[in-house]
């Protein structure tokens, strides 16, 4: 370089024009002999416009900018952002302006800098996998999330709630704040996408690119992976942050939960294996729920996995009306347990890991419909997760026009893991005449007899299997999860009745629209 600056103030070798026109620089070969080497350089340029300073080379992605919010996605106007970031922010607070809306206004003035505050929970809220699966995180991992955000709104004037670039982490983090948005805004889940599915685009503030100060470095973003299900192998289904978001507001409008009602410690208490592994799929209009199978009596298996006795869950199951237990799997309690309490029982085998025949399926739909409005049904095959999750995905599709997608993300957003493998493509298969069979039947519940299902003939799961040892394999996995969740943390407390006390913290807002200010529905003084 330096052989190449001397020898070009050396030799007139090329013909200049006046500042700013365009100059041809002939192809010559130079010859320069320095004290150590001989240095030839040849030079072809052609039609290179000249300017006095040659302007910085920009790279989609890497350009870095004092702004902390550039290239974030704004979730509020001037109030809430997302961001992706390579490492963490130099300092939880930062004074600075937020990303101006018109390229020509004026700069603003240091006066007008606002404190921008900074949280992120990647390592608050974990997904505790079975196999290759990371999300999405489940819904009492949503409200503790929208508990905090409220929380910061409250507090400081501009957030940035941000996660890092890795993309379980990202897919989860995008989940959260499009979920809340759906919750407490009242956006539809393409509005609270909006922004988020243009990860490729130059960076501006309603993108999705980075911030990229100066402390953080810059990276390129690659599109959300889809949600993989609880298996070790290849998932050949797309589960996508959108149809949790349909599937949340889906149930929502079904009656499924509430949100000032929802009690999140007693959520976390029985999903624990310990205390019963179970979790609500609808708890107001419909009362549906998904547990493990319990077994003789209460045992702890050598992976760490604890069953529960019929006995464990009878005072539960009272208290909360369940009319009916529903089995799946083989046989491994008495079910006569749950009889003599008052609790009637089914049993509807099909093989671990399988779909069911159309026969088996309209039996257990037919069961389920026997129940009383006003009480519920309890599910159950040997993990709670595959057969169980696809005889209820079937019936709220039936009865509540579901889509498969939706059905599938929100119940694993009740219940990480439910469906698992072909039973996804099975529920997407069936969706259309599950459609058609709930709006011809229109049969009042509670009038039809249910088959007797003799549990002597009972086959055991090992029979034949669709995945063998699938239902094994995720209690095994689960068993891992709570040795590790124990090294973290202790159990919670339980509020074991409906009627506890309920968190006072979460109070649902309004937009008055996409851009406008969302206003407090229940607080006049509001966050925003």
């Known amino acids: 370089c330096l052989g190449a600056a001397v020898a070009l103030s050396s030799f007139s070798w090329a013909q200049k024009t006046t500042k700013g026109k365009k100059v041809t620089l002939r192809s010559t070969t130079l010859s320069f002999q320095p004290l150590l080497r001989r240095v030839v350089l040849r030079f072809t340029i052609i039609n290179i416009p000249y300017t006095n300073k040659m302007p910085a080379p920009k790279i989609a992605g890497t350009i870095r900018s004092k702004n902390p919010l550039k290239g974030a996605v704004e979730v509020l106007p001037e109030r809430l952002y997302y961001a992706a970031l390579k490492t963490p922010p130099p300092s939880h607070n930062i004074l600075a302006s937020t990303p101006r809306r018109d390229a020509e206004a004026p700069k603003p003035e240091k006066k007008d800098k606002k404190q921008i505050h900074f949280f992120n929970i990647d390592n608050e809220l974990v997904y505790w996998n079975f196999f290759l699966d990371f999300g999405p995180l489940?819904?009492?991992?949503?409200?503790?999330?929208?508990?905090?955000?409220?929380?910061?709104?409250?507090?400081?004037?501009?957030?940035?709630?941000?996660?890092?670039?890795?993309?379980?982490?990202?897919?989860?983090?995008?989940?959260?704040?499009?979920?809340?948005?759906?919750?407490?805004?009242?956006?539809?889940?393409?509005?609270?996408?909006?922004?988020?599915?243009?990860?490729?685009?130059?960076?501006?503030?309603?993108?999705?690119?980075?911030?990229?100060?100066?402390?953080?470095?810059?990276?390129?973003?690659?599109?959300?992976?889809?949600?993989?299900?609880?298996?070790?192998?290849?998932?050949?289904?797309?589960?996508?942050?959108?149809?949790?978001?349909?599937?949340?507001?889906?149930?929502?409008?079904?009656?499924?939960?509430?949100?000032?009602?929802?009690?999140?410690?007693?959520?976390?208490?029985?999903?624990?294996?310990?205390?019963?592994?179970?979790?609500?799929?609808?708890?107001?209009?419909?009362?549906?729920?998904?547990?493990?199978?319990?077994?003789?009596?209460?045992?702890?298996?050598?992976?760490?996995?604890?069953?529960?006795?019929?006995?464990?869950?009878?005072?539960?199951?009272?208290?909360?009306?369940?009319?009916?237990?529903?089995?799946?799997?083989?046989?491994?309690?008495?079910?006569?347990?749950?009889?003599?309490?008052?609790?009637?029982?089914?049993?509807?085998?099909?093989?671990?890991?399988?779909?069911p025949s159309m026969k088996i399926l309209h039996q257990v739909l037919d069961s389920f419909e026997t129940v009383p409005r006003g009480k519920g049904f309890a599910v159950h095959c040997k993990a709670g997760l595959g057969r169980t999750g696809t005889c209820i995905g079937a019936y709220l599709m039936k009865h509540y026009r579901f889509t498969a997608a939706e059905v599938i993300g929100w119940m694993r957003v009740c219940r990480p893991g439910c469906v698992i493998g072909p039973q996804q493509h099975f529920l997407k298969q069936i969706e259309s005449r599950m459609w058609q069979e709930g709006s011809s039947s229109k049969i009042p519940r509670a009038i039809k007899d249910v088959p007797p299902m003799p549990s002597k003939n009972t086959l055991p799961d090992d029979a034949v299997t669709g995945r063998s040892g699938q239902g094994a394999s995720l209690l095994a996995a689960r068993g891992s999860r709570r040795s590790k969740a124990e090294m973290k943390a202790s159990i919670p407390t339980p509020p074991i009745t409906p009627d506890s006390e309920k968190r006072p913290d979460v109070v649902p807002v309004t937009p008055d629209s996409r851009g406008g200010t969302p206003k407090n529905s229940k607080n006049s003084s509001g966050w925003f």
């Open 138 to 355: 489940n819904l009492g991992q949503l409200v503790r999330f929208s508990q905090k955000l409220n929380d910061k709104l409250k507090k400081f004037p501009v957030v940035c709630f941000y996660s890092s670039t890795q993309p379980a982490k990202r897919a989860n983090a995008v989940y959260l704040i499009c979920a809340w948005q759906v919750l407490y805004l009242q956006r539809s889940p393409e509005e609270a996408y909006r922004g988020f599915d243009e990860f490729l685009q130059s960076s501006v503030a309603s993108g999705s690119l980075p911030p990229v100060s100066e402390s953080q470095g810059a990276v390129t973003i690659e599109e959300l992976p889809p949600f993989h299900d609880a298996s070790p192998i290849a998932c050949t289904y797309d589960l996508t942050v959108v149809d949790c978001l349909k599937g949340i507001i889906k149930a929502r409008q079904c009656g499924f939960f509430d949100l000032d009602t929802f009690d999140v410690d007693e959520y976390e208490y029985f999903e624990q294996v310990e205390n019963g592994d179970l979790n609500w799929i609808a708890r107001g209009t419909e009362k549906i729920l998904a547990f493990a199978g319990p077994s003789y009596e209460k045992n702890i298996s050598p992976e760490g996995y604890c069953t529960l006795a019929p006995a464990d869950y009878i005072p539960y199951f009272k208290k909360n009306q369940i009319d009916l237990v529903v089995r799946l799997n083989k046989k491994n309690y008495h079910e006569q347990d749950f009889e003599k309490a008052g609790i009637r029982h089914v049993e509807h085998f099909y093989v671990d890991g399988s779909c």
